[in-house]
């Protein structure tokens, strides 16, 4: 087991205020990323990291920002909520070593809902 | 831009019947993934396919890879209920920090 964990499970929140996601990983993994899930869209990246504080953007990135200050956590902010961001997020790991990549480990999710 | 497609987008199958779910994908690649994803739950990994011509099979699951038609299939022969389901497939390109792209998912509903 990749050992890794989100938190929340679940969370409300009401629009405009900001909200924090994370995600915690215990194998020292270099590759992290965020992906939202959303009916009829599958996974879609929003960011990702490669290290300590080397992150970057993936094709849904308007309104979250992150943050990698040690290697086990990867944190997702949402700034300022909006209702079109509530979605089920998931964290992932990248498997393998070197060049050899075989996919990710997935996260258990969080559900947000934006009211 | 890479993009992923899947189809069908939803599927219904009496037990014991085969089929094939397909995936295309718009760049070379030699990366593809399939994964699983229960209800409520989160996704696991099924197949890792990385090279043309790559076959896996795993119990009645068989997936393929064809990079010069850019296509994957997943195929389910003599479907039983436990495999009810949606199922995504998912493509890497080199050199981009092993960010995989998602198809859409086909949501597999096996009935009695």
């Known amino acids: 087991d990749a050992g890794i964990t989100q938190s929340p499970r679940h969370k409300v929140t009401e629009t405009g205020t900001p909200v924090t996601l994370r995600c915690h990983q215990t194998?020292?993994?270099?590759?992290m990323y965020w992906y939202r899930q959303d009916p009829g869209h599958g996974l879609r990246l929003i960011h990702y990291s490669y290290g300590v504080k080397d992150t970057d953007k993936g094709e849904v990135s308007d309104g979250y920002s992150v943050s990698r200050s040690k290697t086990e956590d990867f944190l997702l902010t949402l700034e300022s909520a909006t209702s079109s961001q509530t979605s089920v997020y998931f964290c992932a790991i990248r498997n393998g070593q070197s060049t050899f990549f075989d996919g990710y480990t997935f996260g258990s999710g969080t559900r947000l809902t934006v009211v | 831009e890479l993009k992923v497609e899947q189809n069908p987008l939803f599927l219904s199958m009496q037990e014991g019947k085969n089929y094939t779910i397909y995936c295309n994908y718009s760049?070379?690649?030699?990366?593809l993934y399939w994964y699983r994803q229960d209800p409520g739950k989160s996704l696991e990994s099924l197949f890792v396919?990385?090279?043309?011509?790559a076959v896996k099979q795993e119990g009645r699951l068989m997936a393929s890879l064809d990079t010069k038609a850019r296509l994957s299939t997943l195929h389910i022969t003599a479907a039983v209920h436990d495999l009810s389901a949606t199922y995504f497939c998912a493509v890497g390109l080199a050199g981009t920090a092993s960010k995989l792209t998602f198809g859409t998912g086909t949501r597999l509903q096996v009935t009695l």
């Open positions: 194998e020292n993994h270099r590759y």
């Open positions: 396919l990385l090279s043309n011509g």
């Open positions: 760049t070379t690649s030699d990366r």
